[in-house]
């Protein structure tokens, strides 16, 4: 079995910043990307940023510029940085990793989600 534990959400006024961590453990072969998705209320979950092992990363066009993703391989964790945070960035954020096994190839593992606010 495969934990994704994530910390960091909660309430924050519209300009301001947050920092979401992503720990996987457990079973874990070897990890081809983490990412980070999030849902808002009656909206299906987008991508937010991603980064592989290799350390290339892909943003979504409405959080370029304002959110860095970064990556610690050794402990198996992934950062989400948020700058200038807007109302609209209020969602569920949930940690993906993508895994990789022999004789079962990539699948994926979902954390249980946080909330992130951004209001006044």
């Known amino acids: 079995q495969v934990q994704l534990v994530e910390s960091g959400g909660g309430l924050v006024q519209p300009g301001g910043s947050l920092r979401l961590s992503c720990a996987a453990s457990g079973s874990i072969f070897s990890i081809n990307a983490m990412g980070w998705y999030r849902q808002a209320p009656g909206k299906e979950r987008e991508l937010v940023a991603v980064?592989?092992?290799?350390?290339?990363?892909n943003y979504a066009d409405s959080v370029k510029g304002r959110f860095t993703i970064s990556r610690d391989n050794a402990k198996n964790t992934v950062y989400l940085q948020m700058n200038s945070l807007k109302p609209e960035d209020t969602a569920v954020y949930y940690c993906n990793a993508r895994l990789w096994r022999p004789g079962r190839g990539e699948y994926d593992y979902w954390g249980q989600g946080t909330q992130v606010t951004v209001s006044s």
């Open positions: 980064i592989t092992s290799g350390g290339s990363t």
